[in-house]
């Protein structure tokens, strides 16, 4: 269908400039939506970071993002100022140098999204819109490139990953099982740095992390980020984790020899999480079931003229999903 819309995932916005699955449009037309990119209610400590948008259209979200309609959209603010120098105080100082075009000389905010793909005898996409269990490729892509290759310095990186889809499962590792700081998660900086060794991570789902080359032997010339999950089917991973030896490499990072200058930084406390008080919640179950190879919830299939129930403003609610 030549129709799309756009939207923000995790955005903060209003409804109209959502994207709603139902407000599509066709070719000809435009739609303009307005994004504040700052928390409504002004709290700064409900600020984003590591976005990505996507085509939302009814039906064909996962055809469209898998030809490419997605990216990246990355905010910055006070704290997360994308300014590893930034004389602020307040600033975190997190490596920082977003790449604009192929040049990457002195970038090292590095923003990775992981996809598979599956091609035909001549190269072109092939997808299979009848698979309601999910399609999985036969080739890894990074930024849209099969299999890439990265020259990173004996220095710290800020690495922004994102499952791109359609419907791959992912544990991440590094070849050499290196240690990295976690440093936030869809969207959001974490209360502080958690030290990991892998993630695994869904369609959708995005991770903000820091390695530190510098603290590898200088006899380590290279390494890989490693899918450690394998998939039968889209339906989801297979159990049990792969061998090291058998994981496929996503990507290849060359480490360039000798110490360079780094005057980034991984704080102690990055974004506190305030708690939440819940008071007298209204309570909601989502159950999930298969009805005829399509998802149905409650029992009922989407229906964008359907409103199931409405929730108040001002009201706390607690979802439960099975």
Not at 113 to 126: E, I, S
């Amino acid at each position: 269908v030549p129709e799309i819309i756009t939207h923000l995932h995790n955005g903060n916005n209003a409804p109209e400039s959502d994207g709603f699955p139902g407000d599509r449009y066709g070719p000809g037309y435009f739609k303009d939506h307005h994004y504040p990119n700052y928390p409504s209610n002004g709290n700064p400590l409900e600020c984003k970071g590591t976005l990505w948008y996507h085509d939302h259209t009814l039906d064909f979200t996962a055809q469209n993002t898998y030809r490419g309609l997605a990216g990246f959209y990355i905010c910055y603010d006070e704290l997360d100022s994308g300014d590893e120098n930034d004389p602020n105080p307040n600033a975190l100082r997190l490596p920082s140098g977003i790449p604009d075009g192929a040049n990457t000389e002195g970038c090292y905010d590095i923003p990775l999204a992981f996809a598979d793909r599956r091609f035909d005898q001549n190269g072109v996409l092939t997808f299979d819109p009848f698979d309601f269990d999910g399609y999985i490729g036969d080739k890894w892509l990074v930024n849209g490139r099969v299999q890439p290759y990265f020259n990173v310095k004996r220095r710290k990186y800020r690495f922004r990953i994102l499952d791109a889809g359609p419907a791959r499962y992912y544990d991440f590792w590094f070849s050499n099982q290196m240690e990295f700081q976690v440093v936030g998660s869809d969207g959001n900086l974490l209360p502080a740095p958690v030290t990991a060794r892998n993630l695994v991570s869904g369609a959708g789902e995005r991770w903000d992390i820091v390695v530190d080359f510098s603290t590898l032997p200088e006899s380590t010339t290279e390494v890989y980020i490693v899918n450690r999950l394998s998939h039968s089917n889209g339906r989801g991973p297979d159990s049990g984790r792969l061998p090291m030896s058998e994981a496929p490499r996503l990507i290849k990072f060359n480490i360039q020899p000798g110490a360079v200058p780094d005057p980034s930084r991984v704080p102690a406390v990055l974004r506190p999480l305030v708690p939440i008080e819940v008071v007298n919640p209204v309570r909601r179950e989502f159950k999930w079931t298969r009805n005829n190879g399509m998802w149905a919830v409650n029992g009922s299939l989407y229906d964008e003229h359907r409103i199931d129930f409405t929730v108040r403003q001002n009201e706390w609610n607690i979802w439960t999903f099975k």
